[in-house]
């Protein structure tokens, strides 16, 4: 209910809430040591409460309108999400940010459902600017930022400490007026 399509094969953007918990916590679970080599996600939600909270928590900036959660469900199995981590509207900006399991990459999933949800983001809500930080060393992450015509804007020297060491961060973004038209694009 309230999918959009992805594309012919079987994707599908999707609300995720609060009461999908348990699925959410086997989505992270089938996942967890790859998407825990650049994200935080599997170290914050380690059992059913934690999932719970984490949506919970989403559900929350949803109903603020600070940020939100969508599911990538392929053939209706939850396989990543797209979020914006952030959105302050009056200010006009906003964080993106993905995660896939490993059964779901290299298939073009996360770059089409970002590119939704950031057209949902500038048309709908108004966002001037979307950023999308990721490690230097996440090149898949990277890739997704240039598809979605984003420019590399910095890199922080360590500034961030994941799991005991420091990983240089990159900001990547793109800006209202450098977006492109995405026919149909409005249903994050």
Wanted: hydrophobic share 50%; charged share 25%; aromatic share 8%.
């Amino acid at each position: 209910m309230f999918a959009t399509s992805l594309g012919a094969d079987g994707a599908e953007l999707c609300p995720l809430q609060p009461w999908q918990a348990e699925e959410f916590l086997a989505h992270v679970d089938r996942g967890r040591e790859f998407i825990g080599r650049f994200n935080g996600l599997p170290d914050v939600v380690a059992d059913l409460a934690s999932s719970r909270a984490f949506l919970e928590a989403y559900a929350a900036k949803e109903a603020a309108d600070a940020g939100l959660i969508r599911a990538i469900r392929l053939d209706g199995t939850l396989v990543g999400a797209v979020i914006l981590r952030r959105m302050d509207v009056p200010q006009g900006t906003a964080e993106a940010g993905c995660w896939l399991e490993p059964a779901a990459v290299g298939r073009g999933l996360v770059t089409r459902a970002a590119r939704l949800l950031i057209d949902w983001a500038i048309r709908e809500r108004g966002i001037h600017r979307v950023e999308w930080w990721v490690s230097a060393g996440n090149a898949p992450s990277i890739a997704v930022a240039r598809r979605l015509g984003m420019r590399k804007e910095a890199v922080l020297r360590e500034s961030h400490l994941y799991r005991g060491e420091r990983h240089d961060e990159e900001i990547w973004a793109v800006l209202a007026p450098e977006w492109p038209a995405v026919p149909g694009a409005t249903a994050a």
